[in-house]
């Protein structure tokens, strides 16, 4: 291998120690009989991972195994990032997973593995090796979403998502082929190198393999138009796998189209600027206004994730480096965001599925109401919540390249999906109840809820916190 | 010429000779079926079920065991070939494979995978 | 000091209520009374300060501020740092500039020693921006201006500062919340909650006022949303989660293109500041396309506020259904927002679209038709508060024609008629509310004979009423004769040595005098149904005459509303010292560029 030494292992040293964990989870699988033991496995593994990326970043950036995956400030960013959502989503599963039949310990081990996946996805520089980590997530998920067996809409959202999902994998590696031969390296700044060189950035067959490309990371992040399993995966599957899809894969495929987007193509291309604008602009249209018509709280968050993914690439289409990195804090206050709004809908159990369940929580538990409207909030874009400083990072990149128009275009949009989110406001604190008060969130959950509550909380006060650690590749 | 041109006319010479082999068989043969020839074909036996029967799980478990397992082996092939090169690091992480395989292999024998019932 | 006190103290004021026991109502009321109070005198104390010559001006916090940045600055970039933005020179060494800077510039040498450098270069840019600050036109009657960092990577710092223009306003929040906290007393249901939300909506609306920092001013202006949604939507009347989320969508759209209107300022000639005084010091040099755009966009935003025709359709539910005291702070103060912000942000960053021909034009015409129209509206009611409510899109129509006209009369009885309808409105609305408490209902037409039953409630009754009509010796007609006398005056003012070429012609004006007229009208029918007459139903005469509580809240208004009327110098002579400056400033800035 060329220039790849034992030292570089220590370099992967987070990725190792979930996936550690994982094969551990397997072998004792069917030996514990606890629930609770894989889920603090798994928080502890994210501890250790968060802990050990945080070590490893203390050595220079430097790229590992021969170039196939890099070590940077970017690469730690998002490795912390999956990591919390990691140890949240394990959090939720305890009360997700009751009474699902959905075998713990290999739900576990999914998440680790996904979770794995995630970070090799968002350190790698090569092709090669951030096409193995989308399938590695990719994997992992088909099987998440369809673990609760017994349930036959989580069969079908497991097929329905597995048949698009592969269409849109075959497509990716399709793209990165094309690519391949065209300029003879898999390596992003390979790739860019020779682009430049061979005068490639026009050619036909280039921009097609960049559409292809392009066409399989919005599938994976949800971007319209490949957004369609979105919301029957999330329908169908179980909430917290929801939840970890809406976070944890979205934030890797942020970073990742981040990457390939700064570092591959090249920000002055005109073909991805005009890509991205379509995927921003599409899916910022399509997720608020569909939003307007759900009822049932998954979809809703669903569709909800479509349209905040919109506004994340919005940060990516002004091609500079304050664009990135208000990308990367749109992800990183996503992720909370969101997993905040699915844990109540967990804690909330059956009566947290559809929207007409929140009638009157507030006066049955203004604690969880509360929180919930923090969530709400957040996700409308209101100030001194984080959500409202994820949109103006995005916005101010979009004008400041001149994408005003995608920029009032977003802006109306944050407004129509308002709309719904104050109506769940609305059935909260001005309706009256008509289910009983539901029981005591169990500490757990509350525990996951709290910490999302707070980052959303700070965050919108004292962003500086993270905009000044999202510091572009 | 490009590189392509020779499998290009390779893949539709080949698919007009056989296509049109089969085609030209379908109009030029007699038809005249009778029931004999109709019946699916069971080494000479009478068909004993519906060929829309359900398998057993077993065989799908073992053939992708199988294939899994196979494949480790396929790495391990060119690993072996190239074993002085790839120094300690090659040794260390083909363990590392090897375990991973390991513990998928003890996985499926604790869940019942290599039964055969 | 004392400003971040007057804004901060009702949000800490709100965790207090929230940590109180729930069922305690007299000890919330009260404690939020005091909270007000707390809140108010500081505000009093800076507003008896502000005509003090002593005082710190504004120019020297901002130069100070710069002196202190550049002795933070790294040891060999000082130096240059202090030559580039050094008085005079500070204009043209913009950030946008100095990053395209020739290499046999003059400046080159000073610039070469900060490029390169990333805390020179930040400390540059906010050495700059303190530099422009401090001398444009408008800070030179700005006071208490409170400086610093807040999110230095987009260069939002905490700029805080009033003048006369937004003293007074903050003074008015200030009196009016404390008494709509006692008015309140009446509540009996989630007092609590009620009171958090009004304290948190205390701190957006005199933040509003008070911010210099367009993204500070924002998250004020979007801070006011969230509780006014709550209070109009869970103790308003029958219809109040429609009027609650009309109001809410309609702003929200308003803000948020306010949002896009606030980044294409930062992003305008590499200027890269959100800071408001910087870039009303460098708006001489926008270009007048970028100018209009502006302008509009932020047009929409102010314009849902004030409420301007055809924006207004918001007000008249979410007045009728909101409770009295929000129907009180929403007419007294929240409206104020849209007409601070025309006088603030819109004509003064803008200065060029704003006393175009086309602009001065538009805004007089929405200026009648709000006059007019808003009167015609009011007079065909039949529910008291919504008369009331369209008789304050009348009366912002006079703010509006006032601005167009940019005579001193009419800027001055522009900003006269905000500050007097904030009190006459807000005593309106006490009043209808004091009624609907006994009679249960608004309907005009049901009532009669009130002024024989509560003689002391029909005479504030008079006061307050007679002032929305603009009888002279009380606080409207001031307002009102100063818009008209300054509108008339327009077209034949002296503007030489300004840029407004087209003054407003005078049959706009000749137009929305007969406003005068309607307003007389509906006022006077309003009066005569419900106080004159022989009572309609027997319950009439039951009623109680004013309560303490009651008479509390009302005293103060009325106060004013005779006083100002009388002598209307005390905020005149307060008030034209800026108006002057921003006079000024707006319709010569398009001089000379």
Redo the contacts between chains.
């Keep these: ?1 060329n220039g ?3 030292a ?2 220590g370099l992967v040293l987070p990725e190792l120690i979930l ?1 550690g964990m994982a ?1 551990v989870l ?2 004792v ?2 030996r514990i009989q606890s629930t609770s033991v894989p889920v603090v496995a798994t928080v502890l593994a994210a501890a250790a991972a968060v802990a050990a990326s945080w070590w490893v970043l203390s050595k220079e950036p430097q790229s590992a195994f021969g170039g196939l995956i890099t070590v940077d400030g970017y690469a730690q960013f998002f490795k912390v990032l999956v990591a919390a959502a990691l140890a949240l989503v394990a959090l939720l599963s305890v009360k997700g997973l009751e009474g699902s039949g959905a075998p713990r310990s290999e739900y576990h081990v999914l998440l680790l593995l996904a979770s794995v996946g995630m970070m090799l996805t968002v350190s790698a520089v090569d092709m090669v090796t951030f096409y193995l980590g989308l399938e590695l997530i990719t994997l992992c998920s088909y099987i998440l979403v369809g673990i609760t067996v017994d349930r036959p809409s989580s069969n079908e959202a497991a097929i329905k998502y597995f048949l698009l999902a592969s269409f849109a994998s075959a497509l990716m590696l399709f793209g990165i082929s094309i690519t391949y031969g065209l300029t003879g390296t898999t390596s992003f700044s390979g790739v860019a190198a020779s682009i430049a060189e061979r005068g490639l950035a026009d050619d036909p067959l280039q921009l097609a393999a960049l559409a292809l490309i392009a066409a399989g990371l919005a599938f994976k992040i949800g971007a319209v138009p490949f957004h369609s399993w979105v919301p029957d995966a999330y329908q169908g599957a179980s909430t917290p796998v929801a939840a970890f899809l809406a976070s944890g894969s979205k934030a890797a495929g942020l970073a990742a189209l981040g990457r390939v987007v700064v570092i591959a193509f090249g920000p002055d291309s005109p073909a991805l600027s005009i890509i991205l604008v379509g995927l921003a602009a599409l899916s910022v249209a399509v997720g608020s206004v569909l939003v307007l018509a759900q009822t049932d709280m998954k979809r809703l968050l669903a569709y909800s994730s479509i349209a905040h993914v919109g506004y994340a690439v919005m940060g990516l289409t002004a091609g500079t480096d304050a664009g990135a990195s208000a990308t990367m804090t749109y992800a990183f206050f996503y992720v909370f965001m969101t997993l905040g709004a699915f844990g109540v809908v967990i804690g909330l159990g059956a009566r947290g599925a559809t929207l007409d369940g929140y009638q009157g929580l507030a006066s049955q538990r203004p604690g969880v109401a509360g929180v919930m409207l923090l969530f709400l ?1 957040a996700l409308t874009g ?3 919540t984080s959500g ?1 400083v994820a949109k ?2 995005v ?2 990149s979009a ?2 390249a001149g994408y ?1 128009v995608l ?2 275009l977003a ?2 949009c ?2 129509v999906s ?2 719904v989110y ?1 109506r769940i406001a ?1 059935l909260m ?2 309706r009256e109840p008509e289910s009983p008060t539901p029981a005591r969130f169990p500490v757990t959950l509350s525990v996951a809820i709290a910490i999302a509550a707070i980052v959303t909380l700070v965050g919108g006060v004292l ?2 916190l993270i ?2 650690w999202a510091v572009a590749p | 010429m490009n590189e392509h041109t020779g499998i290009a006319v390779a893949l539709v010479l080949a698919g007009v000779i056989a296509g049109g082999m089969v085609w030209l068989a379908s109009i030029l043969g007699k038809k005249n079926p009778t029931p004999g020839k109709l019946a699916p074909f069971e080494c000479g036996n009478e068909p004993i079920a519906l060929p829309t029967g359900r398998l057993a799980i077993k065989f799908y478990m073992t053939a992708i065991l199988f294939i899994l397992f196979d494949v480790e082996l396929v790495f391990l092939y060119p690993w072996a070939v190239l074993y002085r090169d790839l120094g300690v690091l090659g040794l260390t992480e083909m363990f590392i494979f090897l375990g991973v395989l390991l513990v998928g292999f003890v996985y499926a024998w604790d869940n019942g995978a290599l039964e055969w019932k | 000091m004392l400003l971040t006190l007057s804004i901060f103290i009702p949000m800490l004021g709100m965790v207090v209520v929230l940590l109180l026991p729930k069922d305690n109502h007299n000890l919330i009321r009260w404690t939020s009374v005091g909270i007000a109070v707390a809140t108010f005198i500081p505000i009093v104390v800076l507003t008896m300060g502000y005509t003090d010559p002593d005082g710190e001006s504004a120019a020297d916090t901002l130069l100070a501020e710069r002196e202190r940045v550049i002795a933070e600055a790294p040891e060999a970039a000082r130096a240059a740092i202090l030559a580039l933005t050094a008085e005079g020179v500070a204009e043209a060494n913009d950030p946008g500039t100095m990053s395209d800077l020739a290499a046999d510039d003059e400046r080159a040498a000073h610039w070469s020693l900060v490029k390169g450098d990333r805390e020179a270069e930040a400390a540059y840019h906010e050495a700059w921006e303190l530099a422009i600050a401090a001398q444009a036109a408008i800070s030179q009657n700005l006071k208490y201006v409170e400086y610093g960092n807040w999110i230095p990577t987009f260069n939002i710092n905490y700029i805080l500062g009033v003048d006369g223009l937004s003293l007074p306003l903050i003074f008015l929040s200030g009196l009016l919340f404390i008494l709509c906290f006692v008015y309140s007393f009446n509540i009996t249901k989630g007092v609590k909650a009620y009171y958090a939300l009004f304290l948190l909506l205390e701190t957006g609306l005199i933040g509003v006022f008070a911010a210099l920092d367009f993204f500070l001013f924002y998250v004020f202006w979007e801070i006011v949303l969230l509780p006014m949604y709550f209070l109009i939507g869970y103790w308003g009347g029958p219809n109040r989660i429609y009027a609650a989320i009309k109001f809410f969508i309609y702003t929200l759209v308003g803000s948020v293109v306010m949002l896009v209107a606030m980044l294409a300022l930062y992003w305008q000639g590499g200027y890269d500041t959100f800071n408001l005084l910087t870039l009303i010091g460098m708006s001489g040099n926008f270009d007048a396309t970028f100018q209009m755009w502006i302008f509009m966009a932020l047009f929409l935003g102010f314009a849902i506020k004030v409420p301007v025709f055809p924006f207004h359709t918001w007000l008249p539910d979410a007045h009728v259904q909101a409770p009295t005291a929000v129907s009180v702070i929403l007419a007294g103060v929240l409206l104020k927002m849209g007409g601070y912000g025309f006088f603030r942000f819109s004509y003064t960053l803008a200065p060029e679209a704003g006393t175009s021909e086309f602009m001065v034009m538009f805004i007089g015409l929405l200026g009648l038709i709000n006059i007019v129209y808003g009167a015609l509206c009011a007079m065909a009611q039949t529910d008291f508060k919504s008369l009331v409510a369209y008789s304050s899109v009348s009366h912002m129509g006079f703010v509006l024609l006032g601005l167009a006209a940019f005579t001193p009369e009419g800027i001055m009885g522009s900003v006269f008629q905000m500050f007097s309808h904030g009190v006459s409105s807000a005593m309106m609305f006490l009043l209808v509310g004091v009624l609907y408490d006994r009679a249960h209902h608004r309907d005009l037409n049901k009532f009669g004979g009130i002024g024989l039953q509560m003689p002391y409630y029909t005479g504030f009754a008079i006061i307050g009423f007679f002032t929305s009509l603009g009888l002279p010796g009380l606080a409207g007609f001031i307002g009102e004769m100063s818009v008209f006398m300054g509108s008339l005056n327009a077209e034949g003012f002296d503007w030489s040595g300004t840029s407004l070429y087209a003054p407003l012609p005078r049959w706009v004006v000749y137009a929305a005098l007969p406003g005068v007229v309607l307003t007389a009208g509906y006022i006077l029918w309003a009066v005569q149904r419900v106080y004159m007459g022989e009572a309609k139903k027997e319950e009439y005469k039951t009623y109680s005459d004013l309560s303490g509580r009651e008479v509390f809240s009302l005293v103060p208004l009325a106060a004013m509303c005779i006083v100002l009327g009388v002598w209307p110098r005390v905020l005149i002579d307060f008030m034209n010292p800026t108006l002057d400056v921003l006079r000024e400033f707006i319709t010569t800035a398009g001089i000379g560029g």
């Design positions: 291998m790849a030494t034992v570089d292992l996936t094969l397997i072998l699988a069917r909030l209101i100030p001194l409202f103006f990072v916005i101010s004008v400041g005003v920029a009032v802006v109306v944050s407004v308002a709309f104050m609305v604190y001005m962003p500086r905009t000044d």
